[in-house]
């Protein structure tokens, strides 16, 4: 094997920050979703909508998919991943990928914002949940700010400048020569994705209205253009974009063109393809009917004994 090669396959990078955030999230979450689970099944003799949503929040397929985006952040922080960005763009667009199509979804998938909370130690917990009551309150002003600056239409804005604007070559070189640069770029792709796919799926905190599937889809649709555009220009140009590729030792025998030519072509189809699987996914919920609703607060009804009462016994 090339040495070069091998020695970027066994170069695991052990970030202390990214394995503590990772560990610390990974944990809240598992004990609020273990918590959430045992209270619904003390409470499961009780017919309440509370106990629905708790075992609605404490499904198999959350705790999955929660670990699933953790363990994809990892992947795309952590690996060899991270190192072949170094040296070739393909596996640069496969990290970008990672951060911003496959992860956040899966996190959101969790709804993490409410299991978390039940997470935290108990003394934690009353407080948070008092600071975000006040936050969020419907009359507050902070939840007004945060809910203009948080709009779909603001977030699909931000969300194309910073596609856009870090695939820029001086702002792509300089990430690539610079590490808190380039953890910033990567910070930023993330956090604007989340925010992203947060209206997509309808996670919360739901501070905006919900918006309906077609409006859903239209956003995924509005994703496409910036991300396919941005890969079509990448994948035809007939000159290096990204002068750094050239100054790096090659591997696996492919020019630097060629591969900014497969990295554009990974960023125009498997990028745009995310989106337009999303979109089927709510098209096919919105075709297949309404989705099931929490049962109601009202207890369940005895049935009805058929037995004659006592007195009416006692009357014949």
Known sequence: ???????????????????????????????????????????????????????????????????????????????????????????????????????????????????ILWGLPDSWRRVAGRGLGVVLHRQSPARKLLRQATTAGIIWMIWVIAVIGWHDPGMYNWALRNEIVHDVEHLSFFLVSMLFWWHVIGAGPRIHKQAGYAGRVGLLIAAIPANMLTGMVLAFMTTVVYTYYEAVPRLWGIDALTDQRIGGIIMWVPGSMMFIVAALILIGQMVSGPQPVAPSRRPPQKKADPRPAPHLENAR
């Open 1 to 115: 094997m090339d040495p070069i090669l091998k020695a970027v396959l066994l170069s695991w990078s052990w970030r202390l920050e990214v394995i503590i955030v990772l560990a610390l999230a990974g944990t809240l979450y598992t004990r609020g979703w273990w918590r959430l689970r045992r209270r619904s099944r003390h409470a499961g003799e009780t017919y309440r909508s509370s106990t629905f949503v708790r075992w609605r929040l404490t499904s198999g397929w959350r705790l999955a998919s929660y670990w699933a985006g953790l363990f994809l952040i990892a992947l795309a922080l952590l690996s060899p991943i991270d190192s072949l960005g170094q040296q070739l763009f393909l596996m640069h667009m496969v990290q970008h990928l990672l951060l911003i199509m496959f992860a956040p979804p899966l996190l959101l998938l969790a709804n993490p914002f409410p299991v």
